[in-house]
């Protein structure tokens, strides 16, 4: 690990909401690190924060929202201090984002190749021609049959497979440093699902990084080489994928694990977590999974359990397992 | 089950739906092909799973199904009656007998109506007495509180206001309930929750589900049958374990390789060339041969008709009934 070289690195992200007699907090003490070349994985239920983390890391937050950090830095730039002009040269440029539901974050009344020779112009300072020509190599580079055909059409004459294909390649005509994917393939059907992320898997050689969320675990084992397990605003668990995906020791992973339906699954019923993720305004005190966890321990309830390394390079919040393995 | 399985509760005869869009003279200028032909059985106390990408017409045959829209061709047989006939004043009474679940509980409970309103229109417009027990008894069966009643949807969580689709598809006492891609809208651990609930539900309400979903792994924990659709027509169908352990349409294998597992026990990986094709322009001969991995020259002008393959299977594909290895 040493010799790899840091890309991302955030420490003690906290994002909070300000409403009018509360505060929403979101993301609460995140902190983990990409290297360059790495895919990272971040899982969790619906309201576990993912995308208020990958949102924080962008600067693209509604106005009422406060972030904090120890640090935040891109490839040693300190994204926290940039104003919102020098951001404008990041978006696109150091960081791309894939979103969750492609149709509704592309124009409609645009073409695919003014929409991406807007960008390209915008951030490699080239002329219309030489943006087009980027553009259509882009297009290659994810597999799109008649690229020159698909340069010249507008949204609605293209599949949403296809365009989330265009929104990949769109992020990635500027090199960028890191790829974010908002659960890229929610949207899309099995097979192109598969498409998708095969691309993806191919494309991890073409940036310096990328950060893939869903709640799907299935997903991240396929493309990931580190995962990063969220709940109610914290890390819970995170490590080596495939040590967290055999060998998961939060209860909360567990949980996550069992919920997904196997096909050499033999029972009829599937496990799952019982109630709902608690509200971010008053998360509860001590470990925030403690009230729906059935491994919980009165120290559970009262302090929160701190992060802790168990086997090298495999990292886990919970007192339950600290106790049992005697750390 | 046993002795009850043979009863056959709704059965679909060579249906067809067809979109026409034609001048102002009634000449057909384009046809789109939505629904081509398809034949199949439902049995009491069973769940029939129909699966395929978009566009491949599954959600129009729930459409067909629960009579939201009118048949081009063919036959609805509800217990032996034909129910696709709107003018006999008997389908009324029958088609009350078939409810919908929707895909996205957000966009299809009505957001201005507290639950109770929603709950009570299914009454009200059955002129049905004493709603207040009724929507109570409803609630308690999808396992919420009393108190859900004077909410309104947004105070809901997403797997809370799926519950509350169910109860309303629950409201008139149905046989069968059109289960239509209930839980792509939700994360694993909801979805974990909705499909043991829906299973608590068909067991103590004798109920029969079609469940209509791109997702492989929850067809093999719900269903006992299972038919995949390709652009209109069923190419395979039978009995969920058989067709898992071998399928024997490439399409079918295509399918089963894309899902996304944990578990490492999984064929190889088919990535299937480009999108599905439209159906206003359908291929000739076998629909499936432009993206078929072994398609030869008489898949293009023979259409394949549906053969047995044993175990209750039967699928339709030239590749296989030349008796060749297929992949």
Redesign the interface.
Known sequence: MDTMEQLLNVENLKTYFKLMDSTVMAVDGVSFLINRGEALGVAG??GSGKTVTVNSIMRNLPLNAYVTADAITLEGIDLLSLSEKQLHSVWGKKIAMIFQNPTSFINPLFTIEEQMTDVICFHEKVKNKQAVKTAREMLVLVGM?DPDVVLKSYPFQL????IQRIMIALSLSCNPSLLIADEPTTAL???????I??LLGDIKAHTGGLILIT?????I??ICDRVVIMYAGKIVEWGDVHQV?YLPMHPYTK???????????QD??????PG?IPSAIDPPSGCRFSPRCMVAVPICFEQEPPMCEKVPGHFVACYVIRKERGI | MGAQKSEVIIKVDGLKKYFEKKNLRGKVLKCLKAVDDISFEIYRGESFGIVG??GCGKSTTAMLLSGLYPLTAGRIEFKGVDISDDRNAQVKEHRKKIQMVFQDPTTSIDPRMKIRATLEEPFAIQKIKDMEEHIDELLRTVSLDKTFKDRYPHEL???QKQRIGIARALAMSPQVIILDEPTSA????????I??LL?EIKEQKDLSYILIT?????V???CQRVAVMYLGKIMEQGPVDPI?AAPHHPYTK??F???????D??PE?I??????PSPSNIPTGCRFHPRCPNAQAYCKTEEPQMRSTGNGCMAACHYMEKGTEVI
């Open positions: 239920e619906t049959p599949s949403a497979g296809m059907d099995v097979t192109i699902q598969a498409q992320l095969k709640h799907n675990l299935a997903i084992k396929d995906m949980g996550l694990l069992d919920a997904i339906p196997r096909l050499n699954n009829k019923r599937l496990r799952y977590i709902n | 990408e978009s969580s997403g797997g939700v994360d694993v651990n909801v979805q974990a929750q499909i043991n299973e791109h997702d492989l792994s929850v093999k924990i719900v898992f295509v399918l390789s894309n899902i996304p597992v944990l578990d026990v999984r990986r990535i299937l060339q480009g999108d599905v």
